[in-house]
């Protein structure tokens, strides 16, 4: 079982930045990947950034250039630092991790965090 928790959502202007981070209750060595999602309103939850335990990092399109993800194996966090917010960025975010076990890949999600870009 592994649990998640969100801190670092807020209120930014556009053009601000924020920095989400993830805390584990586990050890994140052991964990495949991580990763935030986002939801926006009525929509549906996407992938905003996952980082995998190599380090190899994947970003949605919306993202890229604006988004770092980063994993903190000493302090067992996922951070994800957003610069050049856009009021289009407003959304529910949600960290995620995928396990692999023996009997195959669980999926965990802590329990999010509003992040609202507006003037």
């Known amino acids: 079982q592994v649990q998640l928790v969100e801190s670092g959502g807020g209120l930014v202007q556009p053009g601000g930045s924020l920095r989400l981070s993830c805390a584990s209750s586990v050890d994140i060595k052991s964990i495949y990947q991580l990763g935030w999602y986002r939801q926006g309103q009525g929509n549906v939850r996407r992938p905003v950034a996952t980082?995998?335990?190599?380090?190899?990092t994947d970003y949605a399109k919306s993202a890229e250039g604006r988004f770092t993800i980063t994993r903190d194996n000493a302090k067992n966090t996922v951070n994800l630092q957003m610069n050049s917010l856009k009021p289009e960025d407003t959304a529910f975010y949600c960290?995620?991790?995928?396990?692999?076990?023996?009997?195959?890949?669980?999926?965990?999600w802590g329990q999010g965090t509003q992040v609202t870009v507006s003037s």
């Open positions: 980082i995998r335990n190599t380090r190899c």
């Open positions: 960290c995620n991790s995928e396990v692999n076990y023996t009997s195959g890949i669980r999926i965990y």
